[in-house]
């Protein structure tokens, strides 16, 4: 029993949680709610309330992110800001990264299980910062501020905002972090930190924390920036108190989430059919001659199974039944960032438009199985860079939602996944000449958040305009990055040929860049992105996943000389096979089959390559019309090549107009050579279940599959044995890594 109870008629906070989670489970409505009567008594009243605390909030995010922000935050608006209950649930959220709104919710969960209200004590200006993905985060990287709302002596709410930053102190310069494999590689830890009263940050915290991070600068703007979007919100709700009464208050809150949860069954009813739905996803972490810790040299595909369920009243239900293993990766994932990502992804396919809140994670249940990368049940493990599963498993979520578009005729609404929004390129080093000489530089180029999406089916996908995780995706302006990463200017962008997924409508196309290391020393560099597989669960109905990533870059190079002499340089990778670094350059130049690579040292002069992701495709491309596919040779999203052997179309280049010419005879032969030619190619399902059974039974499978499948029948018994029944496999099968 707490000794000063902060919550309504004399409870303890605990004792408000607790009642709350009784009465979702005894009710299956948001606290015991059956009737919105609120809105039903004055819809104008109830709406306008909602309308003017979103409105709230959404100025609160303008205001905050031009008050103060580091540039990643300011340039693609990498923030978000929410109002929560007292137990914390949200009941409106800004706009903004999505993917953080129930993440926060989950770290005031936190305190008040751990009796925060008795001690440290949660008091009117009282300021909290938490980062723990073992607290309801997604990374060390995304930072949380939360503040309590007091009405007279009662909490009445909470407020929180949360940033992305540059770097948080890890084991090298950078924000996805490839080489942390524990927690202590992660960088600083606040977990459900105070760090401030009577709304002033400590000033023995702000000495702390910016010696904790190698962008002390940006860590403080953005702690203040997260702290004035706050304050705005808390005085938002008191305007808004004495406007309607705390009474209307409370109940509106309780209301608003109750709607959301409404909203959830109402729209699911709508645009899905009930029944099961399911989806594969894989992504591959290809770190034997990585890592530089000898427990992380190990190549893995992370598993990543879905199986969905749609009730006949609306209800989701989820599981990850079946994942491969958590492990010394920075991949793993806590339930911030499963949470987070279910959440973004369902506002954005199933919930858009009308109240949108944390009725709807009471509307879906889930579960992540303990001890694979979903749910690791180990705080110790790094947690740095979930988004290496996170992206791709969440993929399987929008196929398998997208079967039920498609079933109830919403084809427009169809999407079979996205880009990979990897971190193309990462790292950091310190200016060696020039008026900033001896300052550190970070490589954040956050046009990742503009990737390629999926096609629907009806139409191609959004070029270069989409991220799971920020509904707003934005490449921001190179200007901006090379303002914040002067030590590496662009020498080059412009669109990647063959990005896309194949399909009668292709997927989302994507652009290259060439960056060159300038004026600097020690320079770190990494990324992280697929490279040996296919990211998420590919295309749908026929269409192709998009095409995979990378690795190119060249030191020791004559780019002195080539400036000197204003020479030609490599302007982009269009032809890996033909590349313009071979063709342009003297020094030593690297390929890499896989992506993701530990970080390296550059020297001025050497060359960087990095390369956004396309999204998958849908349908057959022997139906996609030829005039979109000499469209797409004149736009540079596909080469001659590639569209003679995929889509059989046949096109010559006319050197006097400039421009791709469709040879309309040449490619009906073509298209019906490649019919034909599937016929005789093509394997009746019994034969080519024997040829893949074999590499099962005769052990012939590799070291990185062969891992996956051992962890996932290690860790499910439902999913080994329906791995054993499909392949038809003895009761004690094994699968071990040799
Ligand atoms: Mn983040």
Known sequence: MSKNPLGWNGKSLKEMLNESEELIEKTKRYYGIEKLSLKEKDPFRYERSYASLRGALVSARETALHVAASPIVKEIGELCFALYTPEGDSIVVSTGILVHVHTMSEAIKFMIREDYEDDPGINLGDIFLNNDPNCGNVHTTDVQTLIPIYWENELIGWAGGVTHQIDAGGITPGHDLV?????????????????????????????????????????????KCRMAGNLMIRDAVLDFIKTEGIDYYKRFMREAIEEGRLIV???????????????????????????????????????MPIEIVIGEEGGISLTFDGASGSGPNP?????????????VLLTQILIYGDKVNDGAYFAVEKEYPLGTWCNPGDPYLSYQSPWGNLIPAYTGMMKSISYGLFSRGFREEVVPGYGFTGDAIQGGGFYSSGPLKGERWSLSTFEISGQGLGASAVRDGLNWGYAMWNPEADLGDVETWEL??????????????NSPGHGKYRGGANYEGIAMIAYSREVDFFGAKEGLCFHGSGGMHGGYPHGTGYRLYAKNTNMKEIIQQQADYPLGDPDPRNGQFEKYLKADITRKPYCSIYPIILENYDLVHFAMSGGPGYGDPLERKPERVEQDLNDGIYTKDIVYNVYGVVAEYDEVKEEWKLDESATKARQQELKNERREKSLPFGEYWEIERKKITEKKLGEAATRMYSESIALSTNWAREFKEFWKLPEDFQMEVK
């Open 484 to 497: 914040f990463q002067g030590g590496i200017p662009y020498l080059a962008r412009r669109v990647k040929p």
């Open 331 to 343: 991949m793993n994932c806590g339930k911030g960032a499963m949470e987070g990502g279910q959440w």
């Open 179 to 223: 080489s942390a494999i524990q927690r202590f590689d992660d960088g600083i830890y606040y977990t459900c930190r105070k760090i401030g009263s009577n709304d002033k940050i400590w000033k023995d915290h702000m000495i702390n924390a910016k010696r904790a991070v190698r962008t002390p600068m940006y860590w403080e703007l953005d702690e």
């Open 265 to 303: 069954l109402e729209r699911v009813k709508e645009r899905l059919i009930p029944g099961r739905y399911r989806a594969a996803s894989f992504f591959d972490i290809a770190f034997k001659n990585e890592a530089w810790q000898p427990r992380a040299k190990i190549d893995k595909i992370s598993n």
